[in-house]
């Protein structure tokens, strides 16, 4: 990764959605969805406190992100790919658009192509909807405005022991994942720590959002 460019850290967690195609599904039953609709699973708080540990990432400032495909077969893949267009036919949901999880049930957020966009189990109606378009345009502005700092060796040092202290607080982060030894994974620099914490953590990958270069 080259940083002799403005740019700042991104935090994606990919994940793949179920295509409900009955009536009968809850979406369509206790919210009204059309269907097809989409299904996407959140980690429960019982099995692990993740989905708040990307919340406090995204309350410090950070752009952190859920994405999901609103497609599922394989030449539905494909077309997109061809098309340039697996962004902008995917979803986009900041984690504290989701909001806390009410409890240690299984929760999954749904959505209606084209139209609403849903936490369940109890339906709870999620009013920051977001295309690619809204959120490249958001990150283009966060480049113009903080893509000289986010970069900063003292910024990303931060991050790191921002990262591993979040990580720190839940009781499922098992020992072995606290006592990361740098030299064994080969983190030389803040950039490889935020990187390999977020993964290891957060279950999530690192990008780097800088401008095109020119020529």
Known sequence: MKLDRPGFPLFLQFKLCDRMNRRSCREAREAGFDVPCYRMH???????????????????????????????QPDELSDAFLQCSVRARSVWIRPNDIGPLPDDDDHHVSFEPGGRWARFSEPW??????????????????????????????????LADAIASIADQPR???????????????????????????????????FVVQERQKG
Not at 129 to 154: P, Q, T, Y
């Open 42 to 72: 959140l980690r429960p708080s019982r099995l692990s406190r993740q989905h708040e540990m990307l919340r406090c990432l995204e309350r410090r400032g950070e752009e952190v992100y859920y994405s999901a495909p609103m497609f599922h």
């Open 125 to 158: 109606e999620i009013e920051d909807k977001r295309d690619f378009e809204d959120v490249e345009r958001h990150l283009m502005n966060r480049l113009l405005e903080r893509g000289r700092i986010d970069l900063s060796v003292g910024r990303l040092e931060d």
């Open 172 to 206: 499922d982060i098992s020992q072995r994942q606290r006592d990361i030894s740098p030299k064994a994974v080969h983190l030389e620099t803040p950039l490889h720590r935020v990187a390999y914490y977020a993964s290891v953590f957060l279950e999530s990958q690192l």
